[in-house]
């Protein structure tokens, strides 16, 4: 504290502008994203001052047309990687000591730029590098970002304040030191806001952070560091890395210094991860913190008093906003029977009214396209398989074009087997599998629900029955971290909406919250006592 007990700026949720034709920030967000489209960027790699061009890049291209190079970004060798690390704990002394209303400062300076002269940037840039429409861009690179940087500083604020009490003669007080060492951030594709929040989350709490952003997301990652340079992060206390995964990983990993984990992405190498450190773990200093958010296979379940128009909307928005690249979209429904086929008429008209998949450029679109090649090429092979297998049926959807981009049309599968493998299996894309059941079958249905999938991250009931929505609540509690009533399973606001799964989804350390704050500071208790005792013997003694 040194000079006085600071009350930060009040928190709020950024106001998401609407990019309406004829808008102001429509046409700033056009002009933006073809100035990009139009020019080229060359990515460093970020290490302390230095910006490090290491003369081997790969290009970046939009996913929506492929052949098309806005830029190039640098990969780097190991000596960058150990480079990195080494700056790393030699900036930690002063960032750790920084007094902290300065590092808020920092941050909350950060989210006004992202409010104001960067909105069209970190927008227009999404739009580019992962091929979001503009409001997936908007609620997620604009204001989820911004929520995070002013929600942290005050749930930063409320860490520090909370202290134990006292007694007579003594003063109990807790520092939240930051770890010992440094933390390695591991960020995914389809998040702008993710990839911004995870090293800036431990950096907030005084840590220094090595930050490898997805190969798919480097264009919008240039302008999180553009953002956090222009409000005054001093260098070296978040270094950035391109390049090859597993020789970064195995470099940082092996450091004695490693000290935490911050990762969104897939469960299967999050749990590699673990193992990795694992076994290292006699190397570090000591015991490093694992956080991570990873895979989902989201459900939604209507039960029969359901509202049948609430039941599609959610379906076509949860299942097919961002392509269905979240990993909290919704993948698996379960409809009843007395209802079903004027529910899936209303998804079959809407999935025909949507445009054939886009450029976010033109904003008619509700779909563009899936993030690379590889995405495309899983997709298109479960829609191939969906197609020749008698017990399921492709009801809306099912073509895919990659010529110009990587296009799926979204696609509605009709099963009679609810454990067919697209109502199991994380597909990450713009199809959704719907399973039929009998009205009495309801109870029956939720435990089928529970025990179909490794994942618990996001679930959705829709029901206008309230003993119903209580059975569902307690039947679903452990296969949902975050659980919708009336709503799709996606759209988690930061301040609002704490977001985590448990099981395969992640450790549930609640993104968004005081909780995943808690995860970067080692507290420290320090007693003092007033007037000390100088006589060992207690009264007892007589």
């Not at 679930?459 to 009533?485: H, M, P, W």
Request: proline share 6%; charged share 20%; net charge negative.
């Amino acid at each position: 504290m040194g000079k006085g007990f600071f009350q930060v700026p009040s928190a709020y949720n950024e106001p998401v502008k609407s990019y309406a034709p004829g808008t102001p920030e429509r046409e700033e967000v056009l002009k933006q994203y073809n100035d990009y489209y139009n020019g080229t960027v060359e990515v460093p790699l970020y290490i302390g001052s230095d910006q490090i061009k290491t003369g081997n890049t790969r290009p970046m291209s939009p996913p929506h047309e492929h052949q098309h190079v806005v830029g190039h970004y640098h990969l780097a060798e190991k000596k960058h990687v150990e480079e990195a690390i080494s700056n790393c704990l030699e900036s930690r002394s002063a960032w750790a000591n920084l007094p902290w209303e300065q590092r808020a400062a920092i941050f909350l300076k950060a989210a006004e730029l992202l409010a104001g002269p960067y909105r069209a940037k970190i927008n227009a840039a999404t739009m580019m590098a992962q091929s979001k429409t503009i409001h997936q861009a908007e609620i997620d690179a604009a204001c989820e970002f911004i929520d995070f940087l002013r929600f942290n500083v005050e749930f930063m604020s409320q860490i520090y304040a909370e202290q134990p009490e006292s007694s007579d003669g003594i003063w109990n007080r807790v520092e939240y030191r930051p770890l010992e060492g440094f933390v390695y951030a591991i960020t995914p594709f389809n998040f702008t806001a993710i990839a911004g929040n995870l090293p800036a989350s431990a950096a907030m709490m005084g840590n220094v952070v090595i930050w490898k952003p997805s190969d798919s997301q480097v264009f919008s990652a240039k302008v999180i560091i553009d953002v956090f340079k222009e409000a005054g992060l001093p260098d070296g206390v978040i270094n950035v890395v391109f390049g090859d995964p597993v020789m970064v990983t195995e470099t940082v990993l092996s450091s004695p210094d490693f000290s935490g984990l911050h990762f969104t992405g897939s469960t299967f190498v999050f749990k590699e991860l673990w193992k990795q450190i694992g076994t290292n773990i006699h190397t570090y200093k000591t015991y490093p913190r694992i956080v991570g958010e990873t895979g989902g296979k989201d459900f939604i379940v209507a039960h029969p008093s359901a509202n049948p128009k609430q039941v599609a909307t959610a379906i076509v928005r949860g299942a097919f906003e961002l392509q269905g690249q979240k990993c909290s979209a919704a993948s698996r429904v379960y409809l009843p029977k007395s209802i079903a086929n004027e529910i899936l008429d209303l998804v079959k008209a809407d999935v025909a009214s949507i445009n054939k998949p886009g450029s976010p450029a033109d904003m008619s679109n509700f779909v563009t396209a899936v993030i690379h090649e590889g995405s495309f090429d899983k997709l298109a092979s479960y829609i191939d398989q969906a197609k020749k297998d008698d017990e399921v049926e492709i009801i809306a959807g099912g073509g895919y074009d990659k010529s110009v981009g990587y296009f799926i049309e979204p696609t509605v599968i009709l099963t009679k087997d609810p454990k067919y493998t697209t109502m199991c299996t994380e597909l990450f894309g713009p199809v959704v599998t719907i399973y039929v059941y009998d009205d009495k079958d309801w109870a029956e249905t939720l435990k089928l629900v529970d025990g179909t999938s490794e994942y618990a991250l996001t679930g959705a009931v829709l029901a206008t029955d309230r003993y119903a929505i209580e059975e569902a609540s307690k039947a679903l509690q452990d296969c949902a971290g975050n659980f919708y009533i009336n709503d799709k399973p996606t759209g988690a606001v930061v301040g609002q909406q704490p977001f985590g799964g448990a099981r395969a989804s992640g450790t549930n350390d609640k993104a968004g919250s005081a909780q995943n704050l808690l995860r970067w500071v080692s507290p420290r208790l320090i007693k003092e006592t007033f007037v000390a005792p100088e006589d060992y013997r207690y009264p007892f003694l007589g």
